[in-house]
Structure formats: C-alpha cells, structure tokens
C-alpha cells in the first residue's frame, strides 16, 4: 500500500518528468489547457501518461486530488 504524500513534485516523478520545482514551472509556464479540454487528453502527455492522469481522476485514487491541482495550475 503507497502511504507517501502525493504533491507536484511526486507526481511528476510517476509521470516520467523532471520533477525539481525549476522544471516543473518551466512546464506549468510552456504547458496551458484549453477551456473545455481534458487534462489526459492534452497533446503534451504520452500514452501511459494519459491513461495514469484519466485513472487517477476516474478513480479518485490517492493521485486525484494533486492531478486536479496540476488540472488547475495548467489552465492559468
């Protein structure tokens, strides 16, 4: 059972990116969302990453509250 804390940082680690607070706003600051548009289905997301952030939300598992914060951070 995964008992750690969930954040940005952590969360981009389990999605394969650089995950030093620099990196993760140099993306935040290249990456936006339409309105209307589903995070797992932005263009910047491979498939396993899709598929984790679509999980994540559909299972309101223990990553949907920190995907919903990068949700809303990405929609600046």
């Known amino acids: 059972m995964d008992t750690s804390q969930h954040n940005l940082?952590?969360?981009?680690?389990?999605l394969g990116l650089s995950a030093s607070s620099e990196e993760i706003d140099k993306f935040?600051?290249?990456?936006?969302?339409?309105?209307?548009?589903?995070?797992?289905?932005?263009?910047?997301?491979n498939e396993s990453q899709a598929e984790f952030l679509r999980a994540a939300v559909a299972e309101d598992a223990?990553?949907?509250?920190?995907?919903d914060e990068l949700d809303a951070r990405l929609r600046h």
């Open 62 to 67: 223990d990553w949907a509250e920190v995907v």
């Open 9 to 14: 940082c952590t969360l981009f680690q389990q």
């Open 28 to 45: 935040l600051a290249v990456h936006s969302l339409k309105p209307g548009a589903q995070l797992s289905e932005a263009d910047f997301w």
